[in-house]
C-alpha cells in the first residue's frame, strides 16, 4: 500500500512487533492509511524500543530517526502515525482467499447542500490512525531485452511551453497548511473553471485560470460528512480527482481501510453540477469485507466508473489479486441507486498482477458504443510483457462483467534502488544532494504504471484509438545507478476483444539523473506531454516536463523543462516520495495540459508544497469554444427567484441557482434539452417542463424556468424563555412553566399563508398548557415566528436530563403538515477539571494500552478497539458522575503540550477501570495520534447510564520516561435547579 502511508521495516536481531503511526485531524482520518510520519523528538527511543521486546511506536517517531545501520530490516510505518490494523479472525491467505466481493445491492446516495456551506474540517484537525502498509509483492527478476533507449535531450521546440499559469497547490505555501503526513499523493484535475487537487488526506478547490482558491484546503473528509459512516469518520486518503467529461461533473474518491465490520470501503463523491464547490451524490462502496483494498485509481468510461486495486489481506502480510471494480455510472449522474462490479485480473505462474491501470476517457468523443474498457499493467513475472484486458461490463436486471485477457509483447522494467536497505524498506532509491544521506534516498515506486492510462477517440475510418502510459526503467549505466521513464503510446481500432499494440515506445534517458513519478497525457493534435520528478547528487528532487509533437519522429521527446525547482531536499522522511502525480488535460480547449507534483521549499521532513502549472503546444489549435447556458428560475406565481434549482441538460451537465436565482455553467457547443428541478424544495414542476436549447461555441444561450409547487415549512430555531414564570436560567427544568417560541422557515417552491399550529408531546412529566398560535405568511425563504408563545409546565418528578419530543402541527388552506423537533433538559452544567499533571514514574503501570483507530467515540457508541501493544504504559484515573435521572452524553478534552517525549492516549469506562482488562466497562476512547508530541488537543464523546460513575483514564502510548503536561475538561453536565412551580392560571 505504497500510496498512502508511508512504511519503512525495522528489525532488531528477530522480528519485532510492527510499528505504527499517525494522526490528525477533522474528523476523517484513516489509512493504514494516512500518509504520515510526524515531526517528534524521539531521542532515545530506538534503545526503548530495544528495551520494550514487542511494544508499537508511532511512526511519527521513528520517522525523526535516521534510519537504522547494518543488520536490522525497519519495520514498516504509514505516511500517517497510527496504529496498525488488527487482523480478522482468520485472517486470509493466498490459499484460502476466495475471491472478489460482488454484491449487486444497490447503495443508496446522500444528497448534499453544497459543499462551499458545509462546514469545513481543518487538515490539522484531521483525524490520523496507525497502520501500517501492506507488504509489496516481489517484481519479475529477469531482463528486459529491446526496447527503444532515448539518450540525448530531443528537439527544444518539440516540448510544450509553459502558459503562464502557475501556482502553489495544497502543501507549504498555501493558506497556513501544515503536512502532517509523507508523502502528499499528489493529484489533481482540471475542469471546465476550475482546477481540483487532493494530496492524500486535504483537498482544495482553485480558479483554473488564475490560481485563485476557491475552497480549502480542507480535510477530505469533510466531504463525506453528510454521508456519515466510516467514510464521514475516517480519513484515509490515497485520493483520486477524476472529471468526467463527457457529463461535466467531477468524480472525487478516497478509501477506507480498517473499518468494522466490513474491512473495505471506497467513498465516491459525484458532483451534481460542473462547480466543484456544489453539492455532491456521495456513495459508499464496500469493496472488501475482509481484506486490505490498496492504492485505488479511477478512470471515467461510459458506461461505468472503473477502478483498479491491490488486494491484500488484512494485516497486509499477503498479496492476494489484483482486482478491477466498476461503479454504475448512469445511476450515480442522478443520484440514485447504484451497483458496483469486480472481477479479479488473471494471475501469470500463479502470481496476481500488480500495478495496472484503466483507461480515463480524455476527449468529447467517446469510445465506440458498447467498447470494453482498457486495463494495461505489467507482467507479474516478466519485464518483457505487459498484461492487457479489456473489461465489459452489463447492468440491468443480471450484472455482469466479463474480462478478455492477453499480453502484450512490450518491456519495462525496475528502476535501480541506490541505498537499497532493510533499514530503508528497500525504499531508499533515488540519490539526492548533500545534506541529504544515503538513508535519506527517496522511493522510487518500481513495478507500476503510473496514473494515468489516458485514452483518447480520434475518431476516423477504421476508428484511431490512443492511450498513453509510464512507468519507471532501469536508465543507462552511470555511478551511482539511476531510473528513467518509459512512456508508451498504444493503439487500438475500436474493437472490444483485440488486444492495443504499441504504436509507439521509448526509454527517456537523457542523462545520468534519476527520473521517476511520470504522468502523461495526449492533446487533440496526437501531441503528448509527460511530467515527472528528476534528482541526482547534484539535483535536488524537482519537478520537469518533456513531450513531443505529433510530427515528431516515433519513439522521441523533446528537451525537458523545469517546471518547479526543488529548494530542499528530504531528511529523515521515511524515504517516501509522492505515490502518483497527475498530467491532466483542459477538457474545454483540448491543448493545455496541468501537471501537478512535489517538491521541498527547504531541507526537512513532513514539509512537502506542491506545484500546478499548465503548459500548451503553440500548434496546437483550441477545440472550438464551449458556450455558456444561463437563466434565472422563478416560482409562480409569487415570481420570487429560487436558489438552489438544478439545471440539468440531456448530456448530464448541470448547474444550480444561486442566491439571487441565477444559473450559468459552460457547455460544449450542441443541441440539448433542458429540465429544472428541485425536490427539496417541494417544486413539482417547471414551465417550460424540457425545452431545446442550442449552445453555440463562445456564445450565451438564455433559458428561464418558472416553477410550480408547494410550501415546505421547517423548524428554524427553538428559543426557551424561562423568565417571566421559570427559573430564569435559559434551560427548562423540573416543575418549571417555560414558553417557546418556535421559528418555522419556508424553504418550499410556493408561498405559504394562513398558517395556524398546535403544539403536542408524548414525553412523560410534561403537559402544553397553551398549545396553539397562529403564524405570519410566509414568502418563500422567509422565517417566522408564532405570534403567541407555547407554554409547557415540567412536573415535579419529571427525569431532568431527558430530551422533550415536540410535534408541531400546521394547517393552511390548501393543506397541513406536522413538524417534529426535541428539546434538551436540564443542560448546562459547569464542566469539571481534570487538573494539570505529568505521567511519570510516580504513577501506576499497565501491561498494555488502547489501539488508536483514528477515530475518536462519539455518543452513538464504538467499539472496544482492543490492545496488543504490550510494554509498561503509567497512567491517571479521575471519577465522575451522571447524577440525572436519563442517560447523558459527555465530552472529554484532553489538552496537552505538544513537543513532549511521547503520545498520551484517554479512555472512559462506566464505574470503574480495570487496567488488566482494557474492553472491561469500555464506554469511548480519544483514537488519534500525536497527543502530546505533535497534536495538542483531543476530544471524544460517550453516554453514561443515568446515575451512573465514569472513569477518564490518561494513559502513556509508550515507555517514556515522563509525558508532556497535560489537563482537561469533561462537559454535559446537569444543571438541576428546579423551577418555582406551575404555570400561572390563564
Known amino acids: 500500500m505504497r500510496s498512502a502511508f508511508f512504511i519503512p521495516r525495522v528489525l532488531i536481531g528477530f522480528a519485532l512487533s510492527l510499528i505504527s503511526v499517525a494522526l490528525a485531524l477533522f474528523a476523517f482520518g484513516l489509512t493504514p492509511l494516512n500518509n504520515s510520519n510526524s515531526l517528534t523528538d524521539t531521542q532515545g527511543w530506538f534503545h526503548q524500543l530495544a528495551s520494550a521486546l514487542g511494544v508499537h511506536l508511532d511512526s ?27 487482523g480478522t479472525s482468520q485472517d486470509q491467505t493466498a490459499a484460502n482467499y476466495t475471491g472478489p466481493h460482488n454484491n449487486f445491492r444497490p447503495v443508496e446516495a446522500v444528497h448534499t447542500r453544497p459543499l462551499r456551506q458545509l462546514p469545513k474540517i481543518p487538515p490539522a484537525l484531521a483525524v490520523r490512525r496507525e497502520v501500517r502498509e501492506p507488504a509489496r509483492p516481489k517484481p519479475p527478476t529477469d531482463t528486459p531485452t529491446g526496447g527503444f533507449k532515448q539518450t540525448l535531450p530531443g528537439p527544444v521546440l518539440s516540448a510544450p511551453t509553459p502558459t503562464g499559469v502557475s501556482w ?64 464521514a469518520t475516517h480519513n484515509d486518503g490515497d485520493p483520486v480527482v477524476a472529471f468526467d467529461i463527457l457529463a461535466g461533473r467531477w468524480i472525487l474518491s478516497q478509501f477506507v481501510v480498517g473499518a468494522d465490520p466490513e474491512f473495505s470501503h471506497q467513498c465516491v463523491a459525484v458532483s451534481q453540477t460542473e462547480d466543484a464547490t456544489g453539492a455532491y451524490f456521495l456513495y459508499d462502496f464496500v469493496t472488501d469485507p475482509a481484506n486490505f483494498v490498496d492504492y485505488p485509481k479511477i478512470g471515467v468510461w461510459p458506461d461505468g466508473y472503473y477502478m483498479s486495486g491491490h488486494v491484500f489481506n488484512s494485516t497486509g502480510t499477503a498479496f492476494l489479486a489484483g482486482r478491477i471494480f466498476v461503479f454504475e455510472r448512469e445511476k450515480m449522474l442522478k443520484g440514485l441507486p447504484a451497483r458496483q462490479l469486480q472481477a479479479d485480473l488473471k494471475r501469470y505462474a500463479n502470481k496476481p498482477q500488480f500495478g495496472f491501470l484503466p483507461s480515463d476517457l480524455d476527449n468529447l468523443t467517446p469510445p465506440p458504443a458498447g467498447e470494453a ?28 462483467i466479463r474480462l478478455t485477457e492477453s499480453l502484450i509483447a512490450e518491456t519495462w522494467g525496475i528502476p535501480p ?71 508508451y503510446e498504444f493503439r487500438n481500432a475500436g474493437n472490444s476483444t483485440t488486444t492495443p499494440t504499441v504504436f509507439q515506445a521509448s526509454t527517456y534517458d537523457p542523462d545520468a539523473a534519476y527520473r521517476w513519478l511520470g504522468s502523461i497525457a495526449m492533446d487533440k493534435d496526437h501531441n503528448i506531454a509527460l511530467g515527472y520528478s528528476k534528482s541526482s547528487l547534484s539535483v535536488k528532487p524537482s519537478i520537469f516536463i518533456t513531450g513531443r509533437l505529433s510530427t515528431d519522429a516515433p519513439n522521441t521527446l523533446g528537451t525537458e523543462a523545469q517546471v ?101 455553467f459552460l457547455v460544449p457547443p450542441g443541441t440539448y434539452t433542458a429540465t429544472a428541478a428541485d425536490a427539496d424544495r417541494n417544486c413539482t414542476s417547471a414551465s417550460p417542463p424540457s425545452p431545446t436549447v442550442t449552445i453555440t461555441s463562445g456564445g450565451t444561450t438564455t433559458q428561464n424556468f418558472s416553477m410550480v409547487g408547494t410550501s415546505n415549512l421547517q423548524e428554524n430555531d427553538v428559543a426557551i424563555d424561562d423568565a417571566t414564570s421559570g427559573n430564569g436560567n435559559g434551560v427548562i427544568n423540573s416543575n418549571e412553566c417555560v414558553n417557546l417560541n418556535v421559528a418555522l422557515k419556508n424553504n418550499g417552491c410556493a408561498n405559504a399563508t394562513g398558517i395556524s399550529a398546535t403544539l403536542t408531546t408524548s414525553t412523560p412529566g410534561v403537559t402544553v398548557t397553551q398549545d396553539s398560535s397562529s403564524y405570519p405568511n410566509l414568502a418563500i425563504d422567509a422565517t417566522g415566528t408564532n405570534s403567541t408563545p407555547f407554554q409547557i409546565q415540567t412536573s415535579n418528578s419529571f427525569d431532568c436530563g431527558t430530551e422533550i419530543a415536540f410535534d408541531l402541527t400546521l394547517t393552511f388552506p390548501n393543506g397541513s403538515t406536522t413538524v417534529t423537533f426535541t428539546v434538551p433538559t436540564c443542560t448546562g452544567g459547569a464542566d ?32 472496544c478497539p482492543g490492545g496488543g501493544f504490550p510494554g509498561t504504559k503509567r497512567f491517571q484515573t479521575y471519577n465522575f458522575t451522571n447524577s440525572a435521572a436519563a442517560p447523558a452524553c459527555f465530552t472529554v478534552t484532553i489538552n496537552a503540550a505538544t513537543g513532549g517525549a511521547g503520545d498520551i492516549e484517554s479512555a472512559a469506562y462506566l464505574n470503574s477501570y480495570n487496567p488488566a482488562n482494557l474492553c472491561q466497562n469500555y464506554l469511548g476512547d480519544s483514537g488519534v495520534v500525536g497527543l502530546g508530541t505533535t497534536v495538542g488537543s483531543a476530544s471524544y464523546s460517550f453516554t453514561v447510564p443515568a446515575q451512573s460513575n465514569f472513569v477518564v483514564v490518561v494513559n502513556t502510548t509508550g515507555t517514556i520516561t515522563a509525558s508532556s503536561q497535560f489537563s482537561g475538561t469533561v462537559s454535559g453536565f446537569f444543571d438541576f435547579t428546579p423551577g418555582p412551580g406551575p404555570c400561572p392560571a390563564h
Open 168 to 231: 502553489d497547490g495544497v502543501g507549504v505555501g498555501l493558506a497556513g497548511f501544515v503536512p502532517s503526513s509523507n508523502p502528499p499523493d499528489t493529484n489533481g484535475r482540471v475542469g471546465a473553471k476550475q482546477y481540483v487537487q487532493w494530496n492524500n488526506t486535504s483537498f482544495a478547490v482553485f480558479n483554473k485560470t488564475t490560481g485563485a482558491l476557491l475552497y480549502g484546503p480542507a480535510a477530505g473528509n469533510t466531504l463525506f460528512q453528510s454521508l456519515g459512516g466510516v467514510c
Open 373 to 400: 474498457a482498457f486495463v494495461i499493467g505489467p507482467h507479474p513475472t516478466s519485464t518483457n510483457r505487459l498484461a492487457s484486458a479489456r473489461v465489459a461490463v452489463t447492468w440491468g436486471g443480471a450484472p455482469r
Open 564 to 664: 518547479q525547482a526543488g529548494i530542499g531536499v528530504q531528511q529523515a522522511g521515511g524515504n517516501r516520495w509522492g505515490d502518483y502525480s497527475a498530467m491532466t488535460l483542459d477538457p474545454v480547449d483540448q491543448c493545455t495540459f496541468y501537471y501537478t507534483n512535489e517538491y521541498l521549499k527547504t531541507n526537512g521532513q513532513f514539509n512537502w508544497s506542491t506545484r500546478i502549472a499548465s503548459y500548451r503546444f503553440p500548434s496546437c489549435t483550441s477545440a472550438p469554444a464551449w458556450g455558456t447556458l444561463t437563466g434565472t428560475v422563478r416560482s409562480s406565481p409569487s415570481n420570487a427567484t429560487l436558489s438552489g434549482v438544478v439545471v440539468t441538460l440531456s448530456n448530464g451537465y448541470a448547474g444550480a441557482t444561486n442566491a439571487n436565482g441565477v444559473y450559468s
Open 832 to 863: 469539571q477539571t481534570i487538573p494539570s499533571s505529568v505521567l511519570d514514574a510516580n504513577d501506576p503501570t499497565q501491561a498494555d494500552r488502547l489501539g488508536r483507530d483514528g477515530q475518536p467515540s462519539g455518543c452513538g457508541g464504538k467499539a
Open 60 to 86: 511519527q517517531k521513528l520517522a525523526s530517526l535516521p534510519a537504522p545501520k547494518g543488520g536490522g530490516a525497519g519495520v514498516p510505518l504509514s505516511k500517517i502515525p497510527g496504529e496498525p490494523l488488527q
Open 417 to 487: 534502488c541506490v541505498n537499497d536497505t532493510d533499514a530503508g524498506d528497500h525504499r531508499d532509491c533515488v540519490p539526492e544532494p548533500a545534506p541529504a544521506t544515503p538513508a535519506d534516498y527517496i522511493d522510487n515506486l518500481d513495478f507500476r504504471l503510473m496514473y494515468r492510462l489516458a485514452y483518447r477517440n480520434f475518431g476516423g475510418s477504421p476508428v484511431q484509438e490512443s492511450l498513453v502510459g509510464n512507468v519507471t526503467v532501469k536508465g543507462g549505466n552511470s555511478n551511482p545507478n539511476h531510473g528513467a521513464i518509459r512512456w
